[in-house]
């Protein structure tokens, strides 16, 4: 089983609200990560977790809120947010452990800032 | 900083030919490397990970390289096929097995019947 599960898959919000994604994966991986997407443009880093300890910020806004809640999910907060955020929110995961370090993503969730 | 760059932009080929995708970095200093496709509006499918003591890897139809030195990789497609049709992204890893992934800006591949 090589799956990253997300939800919503989509998501229209105000700039008021306050919405969560998720992120779920079965497969003992103790790194996960989120990637923010935008049209025809690459992913882009956010968050990484390590063994549930934040270890990377990429200088991401603080309405963005990432939390790891055990070894199997990730969420990530939103609030307060701008049209400009709207985009495709991707989940990856990975072993953490020398000689691995292989991402696998989730089908991501796309986001709609009104 | 990490530069991913890839070429080509786009690359539009009759069914059956053989293709090259070509990916190169400016730091050398790499953990591993990974190539992956994405169909629109989609995640990402990992297709390769090279390791950085590794030259190359290969998955049925697919064989990717590495020369870390040079700061390249090579995406090789065998007899292509319509349902190879998508976008193209190599990344590269830095620091740690869980460290960031930079990501090149894609090539798109359109293979026609």
């Known amino acids: 089983d090589t799956e990253v599960t997300q939800t919503p898959k989509h998501l229209v919000m105000g700039m008021t609200n306050k919405k969560s994604l998720k992120c779920e994966q079965h497969m003992g991986h103790r790194a996960m990560y989120w990637y923010k997407q935008k049209a025809k443009k690459p992913p882009e880093l956010m968050f990484v977790?390590?063994?549930?300890?934040?270890?990377i910020n990429e200088s991401v806004p603080s309405r963005f809120s990432p939390e790891c809640p055990n070894s199997s999910l990730l969420n990530l907060h939103l609030h307060a947010l701008q049209p400009e955020d709207s985009a495709l929110y991707l989940c990856?995961?990975?072993?953490?452990?020398?000689?691995?370090?292989?991402?696998?993503f989730g089908e991501g969730s796309r986001l709609t800032v009104l | 900083k990490q530069e991913v760059t890839q070429i080509p932009a786009a690359l539009s080929v009759p069914e059956g030919e053989n293709l090259v995708l070509n990916c190169s970095f400016t730091?050398?200093?790499?953990?591993?490397l990974q190539w992956f496709r994405q169909d629109p509006g989609k995640g990402l499918t990992s297709l390769l990970l090279i390791q950085s003591s590794q030259r190359e890897q290969t998955s049925g139809r697919l064989n990717a390289s590495l020369d870390k030195s040079s700061g390249r990789s090579t995406l090789y497609i065998a007899a292509s096929q319509p349902g190879d049709s998508a976008t193209y992204l190599c990344?590269?890893?830095?620091?740690?097995?869980?460290?960031?992934?930079?990501f090149g800006q894609g090539t798109i591949l359109t293979v026609h019947p």
């Open positions: 977790y390590s063994y549930e300890k934040l270890s």
């Open positions: 730091d050398s200093a790499i953990y591993n």
């Open positions: 990344a590269v890893k830095e620091g740690t097995s869980y460290g960031k992934l930079t």
């Open positions: 990856a995961s990975s072993r953490p452990e020398a000689g691995g370090g292989e991402l696998f």
